[in-house]
């Protein structure tokens, strides 16, 4: 019965995802691969029919952003450390010989991870508060922003920067540098907020832009462990 289930649950996500979540569509489908593959679909027959709908659709997001996307929900639930083209692979159903072509080593394909994670962030978190009112108003966009992308778990399991950053902190080199660079950036552009707060008298006069966008920033990692 928990395979019917489970099944039934995987179709039906796949059929709402094509009509209402284009986007989500390789989500459901790197799921129906894991639970096809821990026999947990009875009948995969009764899967093919929409499988062929989604293979067919020239509106489904393209492969690239579908490797892409991928790569980091991997990242995220599996750390950068235990990224390798094998697993990538087996994840999006393509040959080790084909990612080969488009990352030669495991630090190009970790430093691909974080480009994509990097680029996801800006879209949910950063952007949304960069079109808000300049100032305070700034701040509080950008948590809102993050609250909600930790909670609707845009990566499986939070934040993809929280987790590698405890991750990677050990481990010198260029995804390190890079993951670093994000998170001062990140700081920088909360910083910037609160200064402009501050010149608009909308915070305490002896407020520090610095030591607030420092706060701020640890309670909004913080958050992603709760």
Request: with cysteine; hydrophobic share 45%.
């Amino acid at each position: 019965f928990e395979g019917l289930s489970r099944q039934e649950t995987d179709l039906a996500d796949l059929k709402r995802t094509m009509r209402y979540d284009r986007l989500g569509v390789n989500d459901v489908l790197l799921r129906v691969e894991k639970d096809y593959k821990q026999n947990l679909i009875p009948e995969p027959a009764c899967l093919l029919p929409t499988l062929d709908q989604v293979a067919a659709d020239e509106h489904i997001i393209d492969i690239a952003r579908d490797r892409a996307r991928a790569l980091a929900a991997l990242g995220r639930e599996h750390g950068l450390a235990g990224l390798s083209i094998g697993n990538l692979a087996a994840a999006i159903g393509i040959s080790k010989s084909g990612l080969y072509a488009h990352f030669g080593s495991k630090e190009e394909l970790q430093l691909a991870t974080v480009a994509e994670a990097e680029r996801i962030l800006t879209e949910e978190v950063v952007q949304p508060a960069l079109a808000a009112r300049p100032g305070l108003a700034q701040l509080a966009a950008a948590c809102e922003a993050f609250f909600s992308y930790v909670q609707r778990r845009v990566f499986p399991g939070g934040c993809f920067f929280a987790a590698t950053a405890l991750e990677m902190g050990a481990r010198p080199g260029p995804v390190k540098d890079r993951l670093a660079a994000i998170q001062s950036d990140f700081t920088a552009l909360l910083r910037s907020f609160a200064a402009t707060a501050l010149e608009q008298h909308e915070l305490p006069a002896g407020e520090s832009p610095d030591w607030l966008a420092f706060e701020m920033h640890a309670i909004l990692l913080g958050a992603d462990t709760k």
